[in-house]
Antibody, heavy 115, light 108 residues
Framework: EVQLLESGGGLVQPGGSLRLSCAASGFTFSNYAMTWVRQAPGKGLEWVSSISTSGGDTYYADSVRGRFTISRDSSKNTLYLQMNSLRVDDTAVYYC????????WGQGTLVTVSS | EIVLTQSPDTLSLSPGEGATLSCRASQSISSNYLAWYQQKPGQAPRLLIYGASSRATGIPDRFSGSGSGTDFTLTISRLEPEDFAVYHCQQYGRSPYTFGQGTKLEIK
């Protein structure tokens, strides 16, 4: 069974940093591109970033480019999202997903940016 | 950036009826890389359809996707009580891999 488990969310002040992790199991992690998607409270889904199987190609939404970095460690079957210079409007549940335009998704981790 | 517009914003129907949800793109989506997701309150989205018309594993056949280019449709025949949720479309043909704003399917 495919499982994705996000962690690392929490409360952070504006300008701060967090690193999210997504532990994957039940599939050959290195064979799949991976994606982060977020959902602000009461809002729709926003694609954040995707990474290729090798990690050599990364893609970002304009809203996070230059502040967020996606990476992966296939030896640990883990996907990461390093988030720097966080802003209030980064507040959201962050989901990791297998594939681009696919699934399944993890249950998400809440990031709250507030002073 | 490809903008996806879903319609209607809200659809009120009764169990047993059929539902038709639309997703229109501002530009043609390459290779029909269009996905549909279902999301219930407090839950993560669940993949229903990928490649515009392929059902994901375990998805009942009352869910079907169609369309190409810029116009796509999710059809749910014979609504079950558990089908009332928010539905999102996403294009993954060209980065940024944008989502529509969502359609809420509610019980009439």
């Amino acid at each position: 069974e495919v499982q994705l488990l996000e962690s690392g969310g929490g409360l952070v002040q504006p300008g701060g940093s967090l690193r999210l992790s997504c532990a994957a199991s039940g599939f050959t992690f290195s064979n799949y591109a991976m994606t982060w998607v977020r959902q602000a409270p009461g809002k729709g889904l926003e694609w954040v970033s995707s990474i290729s199987t090798s990690g050599g190609d990364t893609y970002y939404a304009d809203s996070v480019r230059g502040r967020f970095t996606i990476s992966r460690d296939s030896s640990k079957n883990t996907l990461y999202l390093q988030m720097n210079s966080l802003r209030v409007d980064d507040t959201a549940v962050y989901y990791c997903a297998k594939h681009v335009g696919g699934g399944p998704w993890g249950q998400g981790t809440l990031v709250t940016v507030s002073s | 950036e490809i903008v996806l517009t879903q319609s209607p914003d809200t659809l009120s129907l009764s169990p047993g009826e059929g539902a038709t949800l639309s997703c229109r793109a501002s530009q043609s989506i390459s290779s029909n890389y269009l996905a549909w997701y279902q999301q219930k309150p407090g839950q993560a989205p669940r993949l229903l359809i990928y490649g515009a018309s392929s059902r994901a594993t375990g998805i009942p056949d009352r869910f079907s996707g169609s369309g190409s280019g810029t116009d796509f449709t999710l059809t749910i025949s014979r609504l079950e009580p558990e089908d009332f949720a928010v539905y999102h479309c996403q294009q993954y043909g060209r980065s940024p891999y944008t989502f529509g704003q969502g359609t809420k399917l509610e019980i009439k």
